[in-house]
């Protein structure tokens, strides 16, 4: 069934609960008051029918496919979906070209949803940069993931972002409510009362996911037996016995910690490494790209050039992870992070770029020496630009000259370790000085 196009079934009421109670409109979207409050661009972009292209970002369940369905009631326009899983170049080329036709045959739009937009990789994304540019097509893009890392800047420049925000136990609890007064979607033309407390338990365990909580709902109604004078009572006990395992999700506070728990275990624990990894993708739901973001730096900031491999191995981790996916790549990641976690420590770089921002501020405008400049054209040694001294042409490939402002010139900013490899380069650091 297309999920934009579907044909009212003969019988409603067959189709589960939050199937029926998907919103149609702006006035029934629960959430992102935000984006789609009263008054916000959006919203009067949707009412207006004056949608540009758009990207919606934010965690699974928030409604970003919901506002897509919105959209495509709105709109007089054609409406096409498409989930990046399993479209091809081919897809998006035909798109694009029943969009043209539509355009120059008929002034109508084309409105592209394109699901899951992280996992186009970059050429298909490429095929539909044109066709964005030209207004051939509005486009229509949803992710979890940031799309600054996983959309092209080209097609990300030409698209306006809006970011929605986890949904929590009110909205869960605002959906259900009206689930129950609904007569013509919901179950109001049944005889239900639902107890408080067993609403508010339901909203609790759904943890924002209001498909999650429909379902709960509409379970306890249909088979909890019906009083003597027909009525249907959803107590607590019911609601618990409806929606056992409560979800467990990760608030932004608990994020943060976990990613600094994890952080700080790369500088010295593989065990509590690879634990809070797991932990955290595994049980809280989190995003491996998180890690993986985090995991680079710290190759960088923690070890640096006693062990420059671990970047190595940490980009390829994320390399593979984009190529396979979870959970398969959770072999190639924790490789990396055992073999960052093993590698020998060295905070130099991070030191180094300390000691350059703090000269930076210090030396004000910085000057060019002469010998440093340009001398691509003639008249420079008239104006004093040589002197300067090609390293190649002297033993060890190496001179000892000025290469600093003068208001800066011995300062030093990177001082190697005696860690790993770095050792090597401080005592060719002390051979020059």
Same mark, same amino acid.
């Given at each position: 069934?297309? /999920?934009?196009?579907?044909?009212?079934?003969?019988?409603?009421? @067959?189709?589960?609960?939050?199937?029926?109670?998907?919103?149609?409109?702006?006035?029934?979207? =629960?959430?992102?008051?935000?984006?789609?409050?009263?008054?916000?661009?959006?919203?009067?972009?949707?009412?207006?029918?004056? *949608?540009?292209?758009? +990207?919606?970002?934010?965690?699974?369940? $928030?409604g970003k496919t919901t /506002?897509?369905? =919105?959209?495509?009631?709105?709109?007089?326009?054609?409406?096409?979906?498409?989930?990046?899983?399993?479209?091809?170049?081919?897809?998006?080329?035909?798109?694009?070209?029943?969009?043209?036709?539509?355009?120059?045959?008929?002034?109508?739009?084309?409105?592209?949803?394109?699901?899951? %937009?992280?996992?186009?990789?970059?050429?298909?994304?490429?095929? +539909?940069?044109?066709? %964005?540019?030209?207004?051939?097509?509005?486009?229509?893009? !949803?992710?979890?993931?940031?799309?600054?890392?996983?959309?092209?800047?080209?097609?990300?420049?030409?698209?306006?972002?809006?970011?929605?925000?986890?949904?929590?136990?009110?909205?869960?609890?605002?959906?259900?409510?009206?689930?129950?007064?609904?007569?013509?979607?919901?179950?109001?033309?049944?005889? /239900?009362?639902?107890?408080?407390?067993?609403?508010?338990?339901?909203?609790?365990? !759904?943890?924002?996911?209001?498909?999650?909580?429909?379902?709960? +709902?509409? +379970?306890?109604?249909?088979?909890?037996?019906?009083?003597?004078?027909?009525?249907?009572?959803?107590?607590?006990?019911?609601?618990?016995?409806?929606?056992?395992?409560?979800?467990?999700?990760?608030?932004?506070?608990?994020?943060?910690?976990?990613?600094?728990?994890?952080?700080?275990?790369?500088?010295?624990?593989?065990?509590?490494?690879?634990?809070?990894?797991?932990? @955290?993708?595994?049980?809280?739901?989190?995003?491996?790209?998180?890690? *993986?973001?985090? /995991? =680079?730096?710290? $190759?960088?900031?923690?070890?640096?050039?006693?062990?420059?491999?671990?970047?190595?191995?940490?980009?390829?981790?994320?390399?593979?992870?984009?190529? =396979?996916?979870?959970p398969e790549a959770k072999?190639?990641? $924790?490789?990396?992070?055992?073999?960052? %976690?093993?590698?020998?420590?060295?905070? !130099?770089?991070?030191?180094?770029?300390?000691?350059?921002?703090?000269?930076?501020?210090?030396?004000?405008?910085?000057?060019?020496?002469?010998?440093?400049?340009?001398?691509?054209?003639?008249?420079?040694?008239?104006?004093?630009?040589?002197?300067?001294?090609?390293?190649?042409?002297?033993?060890?490939?190496?001179?000892?000259?000025?290469?600093?402002?003068d208001r800066l010139n011995? !300062?030093?900013?990177?001082?190697?370790?005696?860690?790993?490899?770095?050792?090597?380069?401080?005592?060719?650091?002390?051979?020059?000085?």
């Amino acid at each position: 069934m297309d /999920l934009f196009n579907y044909q009212e079934a003969e019988t409603p009421r @067959a189709r589960l609960l939050a199937d029926r109670m998907r919103p149609q409109t702006l006035d029934e979207y =629960i959430g992102q008051d935000h984006i789609v409050g009263r008054g916000k661009l959006l919203r009067r972009a949707i009412e207006g029918d004056q *949608l540009s292209s758009i +990207l919606l970002y934010g965690p699974p369940g $928030c409604g970003k496919t919901t /506002l897509a369905h =919105i959209i495509s009631v709105r709109t007089e326009g054609q409406f096409v979906k498409l989930n990046a899983v399993d479209a091809s170049v081919k897809d998006v080329r035909e798109v694009i070209d029943q969009a043209r036709v539509n355009k120059t045959m008929y002034g109508r739009k084309t409105i592209l949803f394109l699901d899951e %937009v992280h996992r186009f990789n970059t050429a298909r994304q490429d095929a +539909l940069l044109p066709a %964005v540019e030209q207004g051939i097509i509005i486009f229509i893009g !949803a992710t979890t993931e940031n799309p600054f890392h996983h959309v092209n800047g080209a097609l990300l420049s030409r698209s306006t972002l809006f970011q929605l925000e986890a949904l929590g136990e009110s909205h869960a609890y605002e959906a259900m409510r009206r689930a129950l007064s609904d007569r013509d979607r919901g179950l109001g033309f049944m005889d /239900l009362h639902a107890e408080e407390d067993a609403l508010r338990h339901i909203a609790a365990m !759904a943890g924002g996911d209001i498909r999650r909580a429909l379902n709960a +709902l509409e +379970l306890a109604a249909v088979t909890t037996p019906s009083e003597p004078d027909g009525s249907v009572r959803i107590t607590l006990e019911v609601a618990q016995e409806s929606i056992r395992k409560p979800t467990i999700r990760a608030d932004l506070s608990t994020q943060y910690d976990v990613l600094s728990a994890f952080h700080k275990s790369v500088r010295g624990s593989s065990d509590a490494a690879m634990f809070w990894f797991l932990h @955290a993708v595994e049980k809280l739901g989190m995003d491996p790209m998180t890690f *993986l973001r985090r /995991l =680079i730096v710290a $190759c960088s900031e923690d070890i640096g050039l006693a062990n420059p491999q671990a970047m190595v191995q940490a980009v390829t981790a994320m390399d593979a992870y984009h190529k =396979i996916g979870w959970p398969e790549a959770k072999y190639n990641i $924790c490789q990396a992070i055992l073999f960052a %976690v093993e590698s020998p420590k060295s905070n !130099a770089v991070a030191m180094a770029i300390g000691n350059a921002e703090a000269a930076i501020e210090r030396v004000g405008d910085a000057q060019v020496p002469l010998h440093l400049r340009d001398t691509h054209y003639k008249g420079a040694e008239q104006l004093g630009h040589a002197g300067y001294q090609y390293p190649h042409d002297f033993p060890n490939h190496y001179v000892k000259q000025q290469y600093y402002p003068d208001r800066l010139n011995g !300062a030093k900013l990177y001082k190697a370790t005696k860690q790993g490899m770095e050792d090597k380069i401080r005592q060719n650091q002390e051979k020059r000085s």
